[in-house]
């Protein structure tokens, strides 16, 4: 077998890594859209929209400086049961709780940098593309009407500088991203094929292996979490109100801070749950009532002079034979032998039962199975 599937043995397995990669990008789109929906109702929250690299780095920074402070591991490894541990450091599993195996502070810093700093740049390095992009297609197309005077003796150096910078981001971000996209699916596939422990690029500039947590190291984190915490509360100082003042304060933090992870999420699905169920409803009640199909018209009435109609409606009440190329006047819809129906309008401009005024460009041959 080439490559791990199952769920044996601490290192986890590609899919394991790959949805932890990717839940924080569904997170963000699933919090913008949210973000945008109830902004409709409250204009104020179009400020985090027009921010909106900064407030979901801004969060992840709490939620991933939290996560790594307490388990270990980032805020979507935790979720999935798994942790990081220095690639030097290889543990029995009698010995998994072993100190040692704990990141470093340099070690958390520095991920902290690939977790957050790093995809913030890439995110706004890739929206000052698109937008150089955009405007380079316009140029295009339209002319730069601009160019006369942007970059005349009057423009300000800080808008010569914007500009140049975003050109060099325009030449320069294609290549960034295909170098880092290349390699991340060099890691990746390597990975598949356990040629490598690391699945990313940054855990191995880091040198730390991502691991699935047992027992005793989720026991001895939450043994590690309460002493820190306890440490903590010791450090309050003042008088006795402002201790419990500060007590309730930090009690929350970590109410907030624990349950952030399925909260967060939990919550995400609860408002598209009830989006799909108020746009439902919405549907039905705006939705068109569906009426049943009109009773066909009443056919017309013959007249007292026209040409009496036979029983057999096989036949032709001009000829009285059975009906040879049937044809249908539009002005009636009764249905006569092409020769027949075209020789009486011909010299009548009637139709024949009716004797409603008619012309021979009113005929209409039917094609149908005898």
Not at 241 to 263: E, F, H, N, P, R
Not at 269 to 297: G, L, N
Request: glycine share 4%; hydrophobic share 40%; proline share 6%.
């Amino acid at each position: 077998m080439l490559f791990q599937v199952g769920g044996q043995g601490s290192r986890p397995t590609f899919f394991e890594m790959a949805a932890a990669e990717q839940l924080p990008r569904s997170l963000r789109a699933a919090l913008t859209y949210s973000i945008g929906v109830l902004a409709l109702r409250t204009p104020f929250l179009h400020k985090l929209l027009d921010y909106e690299h900064e407030s979901f780095s801004l969060l992840m920074l709490v939620l991933e400086a939290h996560s790594l402070r307490t388990t270990d591991a980032s805020f979507s490894e935790s979720l999935y049961g798994l942790r990081r541990r220095p690639a030097n450091i290889k543990l029995n599993d009698n010995d998994s709780s072993s100190s040692s195996s704990q990141l470093r502070r340099r070690q958390k810093l520095l991920s902290l940098l690939f977790l957050v700093v790093l995809p913030y740049l890439k995110s706004k390095l890739h929206s000052i593309y698109n937008k150089e992009r955009e405007a380079r297609i316009q140029a295009t197309i339209w002319g730069d009407e601009n160019e006369s005077y942007t970059f005349n003796a009057r423009a300000s150096v800080t808008t010569l500088i914007t500009k140049r910078f975003q050109k060099i981001v325009g030449l320069c971000y294609p290549l960034l991203h295909a170098g880092t996209e290349g390699f991340q699916f060099a890691y990746q596939l390597l990975y598949l094929l356990d040629a490598t422990g690391y699945y990313s690029l940054a855990l191995h500039a880091l040198g730390i292996h991502v691991c699935r947590a047992t027992g005793q190291e989720l026991m001895d984190a939450s043994s590690r979490i309460s002493k820190i915490r306890s440490r903590e509360r010791e450090r309050l100082r003042g008088p006795q109100w402002i201790k419990t003042l500060q007590g309730a304060l930090l009690s929350c933090t970590y109410t907030v801070l624990d349950y952030a992870q399925t909260g967060l999420i939990a919550a995400v699905f609860f408002f598209k749950m009830m989006e799909w169920w108020y746009q439902s409803a919405e549907e039905r009640m705006s939705a068109p009532t569906v009426y049943p199909p009109p009773p066909p018209p009443p056919p017309p009435k013959v007249a007292k002079e026209g040409v009496q109609l036979p029983s057999d409606r096989t036949i032709c009440p001009l000829c009285l034979q059975k009906r040879v190329n049937p044809s249908v006047m539009t002005v009636s819809g009764f249905v006569f032998c092409y020769a027949c129906i075209f020789k009486f309008l011909t010299q009548y401009k009637r139709c024949p039962a009716t004797m409603v005024p008619a012309t021979v460009d009113q005929i209409r041959r039917l094609f149908h199975d005898v």
